[in-house]
């Protein structure tokens, strides 16, 4: 079956511009993450939705960040005003729903790299 | 505050010996653990895990260890092979599911 996507898979833009990414869950995964790996740094978490549950947004570096998700399956994360230091590989996850205390795993996409000149 | 730390950012083993990754971390809250394989412009894929309630767990070629009195844990891939070259990502998980990753190790298998 499809795996999680992302799109663009490349985005450069101008400082001051805005940018939306797109991700694509795995169908019937209601957990949904955004991490970003900035260069030569590790995964950032940065928002986490799970199912109907308020999002845990306590990863989101400033208020230029927002993530929204639409119908408990596609997200989008929305930097506003982009700067240079919000250049970064923008990674998108999903998983199962936790059952039993059990930890389910969590899928990657290929992630969207995020230019800002 | 890094409560996940992967204090090698790359690591060479020779193909066929052992590859050892290690991970240190600061909260004694963390439930359980996770070892993350990302290949470059590539999502990372999961590679193996261990609840904290445990002290090994193995997969094949892979095992991790927890060391939950030393708050370190880390994992054995033996014999390493050429696809085995791959940053990995060391994770730990709250009781809620946000998982905080570490910077991630390179390793490099040497033929």
């Known amino acids: 079956g499809a795996g999680v996507s992302q799109s663009p898979s490349n985005k450069v833009t101008e400082k001051g511009k805005d940018v939306e990414l797109r991700c694509d869950p795995i169908s019937g995964h209601t957990a949904l993450y955004w991490y970003r790996q900035s260069l030569g740094q590790g995964l950032e978490f940065l928002i986490y939705?799970?199912?109907?549950?308020?999002?845990?947004k306590s990863g989101l570096p400033s208020d230029r960040f927002s993530a929204e998700r639409t119908g408990g399956s596609v997200s989008t994360l929305t930097i506003q005003r982009t700067q240079q230091e919000d250049s970064a590989v923008y990674l998108c996850a999903s998983s199962r729903p936790r059952t039993n205390q059990v930890t389910e795993t969590q899928y990657f996409g290929p992630g969207t790299r995020l230019l800002v000149l | 505050d890094q409560q996940v730390k992967q204090n090698s950012p790359s690591l060479s083993v020779q193909e066929g010996r052992i590859s050892i990754l290690n991970c240190d971390y600061t909260n004694s809250m963390f439930d359980y653990f996770l070892w993350y394989k990302k290949y470059p412009a590539e999502g990372p894929t999961f590679l193996i895990s261990i609840s904290s309630i445990k002290d090994k767990n193995e997969d094949g070629r892979f095992t991790v260890f927890l060391n939950k009195s030393a708050k370190h844990l880390s994992l054995h891939i033996v014999p390493s092979q050429p696809g085995d070259s791959a940053v990995y990502f060391c994770a730990a998980k709250y009781r809620d599911d946000k998982i905080i990753f570490g910077k991630g190790t390179r390793l490099h298998i040497l033929p």
């Open positions: 939705f799970q199912g109907n549950s308020a999002p845990d």
